[in-house]
T-cell receptor, first 115, second 114 residues
Framework: TQLLEQSPQFLSIQEGENLTVYCNSS?????LQWYRQEPGEGPVLLVT?????EVKKLKRLTFQFGDARKDSSLHITAAQPGDTGLYLC???????????????FGQGTILTVHP | NAGVTQTPKFQVLKTGQSMTLQCAQD?????MSWYRQDPGMGLRLIHY???????DQGEVPNGYNVSRSTTEDFPLRLLSAAPSQTSVYFC?????????????FGEGSWLTVV
């Protein structure tokens, strides 16, 4: 069973601070995704990274995929209250020859940004 | 465009009762799946389907059945509910093997088994 360890589990910061969320595994993934989930809603895809070492930026959010495709990080610059939510990483594996590409989710990071 | 629609939003069941969580998507997606979300455990795959008439087990399939008679619908059945099945359930869909990686989730169904 592939596992994705996400840390920290909880993060409470003040508006304007920077933060980093980590996602680590001993397994290699063909791609890794980051989702954001707000209370009462389903997760919404933020980004997909595919290539080892890849860095993607989405406004104040920077996503990085590790060189070995076993880990990833999400960095938020100058956090705002609107960034509050649950952040989930998910690794995709095509192991077993299936075309489906099952996702393995991390436990999630609950981020609270205080005004 | 409704996307992925789940019903009901909230449900309370007694142990041993059966029920079906409905899921429909209007995006003509090949792939559909059901996840459950529990505190501190992320989302875990229950069952998935790569097309009408084709289903397979995910990580935690015990106690759940699915069927895919049409492209649009993917119901999840609990035959004899247990308190361990208290959770938030999410249906999801994506284009398919030749499509992109974007997964679209429904808004979730909160199930409590007492």
């Amino acid at each position: 069973t592939q596992l994705l360890e996400q840390s920290p589990q909880f993060l409470s910061i003040q508006e304007g601070e920077n933060l980093t969320v980590y996602c680590n595994s001993s397994s290699v993934f063909s791609s890794l995704q980051w989702y954001r989930q707000e209370p009462g809603e389903g997760p919404v895809l933020l980004v997909t990274v595919v290539t080892g070492g890849e860095v993607k930026k989405l406004k104040r959010l920077t996503f990085q995929f590790g060189d070995a495709r076993k880990d990833s990080s999400l960095h938020i610059t100058a956090a705002q209250p609107g960034d509050t939510g649950l952040y989930l990483c998910a690794g995709r594996s095509n192991a077993g020859g299936t075309s489906y590409g099952k996702l393995t989710f991390g436990q999630g990071t609950i981020l609270t940004v205080h005004p | 465009n409704a996307g992925v629609t789940q019903t009901p939003k909230f449900q309370v069941l007694k142990t041993g009762q059966s029920m079906t969580l409905q899921c429909a998507q209007d995006m003509n997606h090949e792939y559909m799946s059901w996840y459950r979300q529990d505190p501190g455990m992320g989302l875990r795959l229950i069952h998935y389907s790569v097309g009408a008439g084709i289903t397979d087990q995910g990580e935690v399939p015990n106690g759940y059945n699915v069927s895919r008679s049409t492209t649009e619908d993917f119901p999840l059945r609990l035959l004899s509910a247990a308190p361990s099945q208290t959770s938030v359930y999410f249906c999801a869909s994506r284009v398919g093997q030749r499509g992109g990686n974007t997964i679209y989730f429904g808004e979730g169904s909160w199930l409590t088994v007492v």
